[in-house]
């Protein structure tokens, strides 16, 4: 299995190299160069498997050689053991023909553990073998920074530093960031939002020098095996509810278009979803260009559903990509198009992209009423990411078909929004009911390249 860059001028990688790489030097993303597929019948043999054996089945085929079956296999239980609940991903039902899929059961709370802790037992694995040393960056706007540095703590042969936007997450996430005692991870508390903390990521990795000075890897979903990890439960719950016999639709809440772009994967790889749809907060230019076809950010508002205040998503690139039959020239056209302020995607591109998903956003009071009806109704508490999906999920039921929602992160992360909205403040899982009273360990910085590299010089274990 190779991988491609989607501007088309990088090196053809390995999964290995692809994932300690992260960015294509070209800066693209990578992606594989064919997707597999799996028969109607390898899809129902998933029925009734535990979650481990699902990923292996579907990931197998991903992985070239890079790890023998016997590790593949080790990698996915050490990844997984951690999770709170039997099944991983437990699926609820909300009313007739919608259904939850929680992904908060997890160590920190939320969908990105599913990747970010297979990714930890990848990357050490791999390092373990070949006696190198990383340095891991990433952008977050609270869950992936929470997760990569609860995956990668500790580890001897990874520094880490995670970039979030200063008083732009909630205060559980930055204290879930803040609060590991280990050193050889960083928060970075960036005067700015997200899309700076994210613009900076890729900066740092188009800057040559500094990117090999300091052997630089990357963990937000510019990593191919972040997307393919999160394919799995697309299968797993699909699965559930009869597919392949029966055809499911799924909502996704989206900012970076990580996840939903895995529920495109599921689909080429043979999975029947009818419909594959973005929920967006306020923040909705993905909405509006899948309506409109003009991608032209705006500036982040800052919402009750934090973690999607993006107007830069960066695995958008990689649908494009798709959306232009694989033409590496026409993206790297578009995205320059973006450093200059937006891009119209061509008609024909426009098309295929409405062909391949539907799309809605949520406002503030929706969100915050969503919460409150659905605790009243269904007895579920939902966060406020996954209340936007909700929400954009009951204009899309098809009575005939099963609709999935995904649940991408525990309410108990975002107490204040769900608080406001309901009268009651959900409470910390036992293994966090300490953490405000942790000692913080955070560094201040201005969104300036310069500033942000020499830290990571001064700070990296050589
Ligand atoms: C809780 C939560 N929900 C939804 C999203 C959107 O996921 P994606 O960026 O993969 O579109 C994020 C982060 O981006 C998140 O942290
Ligand atoms: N919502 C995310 C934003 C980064 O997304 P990623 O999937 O590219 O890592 C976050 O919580 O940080």
Known sequence: ????????????????????????????????????????????????QPY?????????????????????????????????????????????????????????????????????????????RSGDRVTIVGATSGDTGSAAIEAFRGLDAVDVFILFPHGRVSEVQRRQMTTPAETNVHALSVTGHFD?????????????????????????????????????????????????HRKVGFTVPTGNFGDIFAGYIARRMGLPIDRLVVATNQNDILHRCLTT????????????????????SSNFERVLFEAYDRDGAAVAQLMDELKAGGFTVSQGALERLQDLFLSGRASEEETGA??????????????????????????????????????TAHPAKFP???????????GLPPHMADLFDRDERVTRVENDLAEIEHFIRENIAN
């Open 1 to 48: 299995m190779k991988y491609i860059s989607t501007r088309g001028r990088a090196p053809e990688l390995t999964f290995e190299e692809a994932m300690l790489t992260g960015l294509a030097r070209d800066g693209g993303l990578y992606v594989p160069a064919d997707i597999p597929t799996l028969s109607g019948d390898e899809i129902a043999a998933l029925a009734n």
């Open 52 to 128: 481990e054996e699902v990923a292996f089945r579907i990931m197998r085929p991903f992985i070239g050689d890079t790890f023998s079956d016997d590790e593949f296999r080790g990698i996915i239980a050490r990844a997984y053991a951690g999770f709170e609940h039997a099944s991983r991903a437990p699926l609820v039902q909300l009313g007739p023909g919608h259904f939850l899929l929680e992904l908060f059961h997890g160590p920190t709370l939320a969908f990105k553990d599913f990747a970010m802790q297979l990714i930890g037992q990848l990357f050490e694995a791999s390092l373990t």
């Open 196 to 244: 700076d903390c994210q613009a900076r990521v890729k900066d740092m990795f188009n800057d040559f020098a500094f990117r090999d000075e300091v052997r630089l890897a990357g963990v937000n979903s510019i990593n191919w095996a972040r997307v393919l990890a999160q394919v799995v439960y697309y299968f797993t719950s699909a699965v559930a509810l009869g597919a392949p």
């Open 293 to 312: 076809g003009r991608y032209l950010p705006e500036g982040v508002i800052p919402s009750i559903s934090p973690s999607m205040d993006i107007q830069v």
């Open 370 to 407: 969503t919460i409150r009806r659905l605790r009243e109704t269904a007895g579920e508490t939902l966060c406020p990411h996954s209340a936007v999906g909700v929400k954009v999920a009951e204009e899309h039921l098809d009575p005939g078909v099963p609709m999935i929602t995904l649940a």
């Open 416 to 426: 204040d929004a769900v608080e406001a909205a309901t009268g009651a403040r959900p």
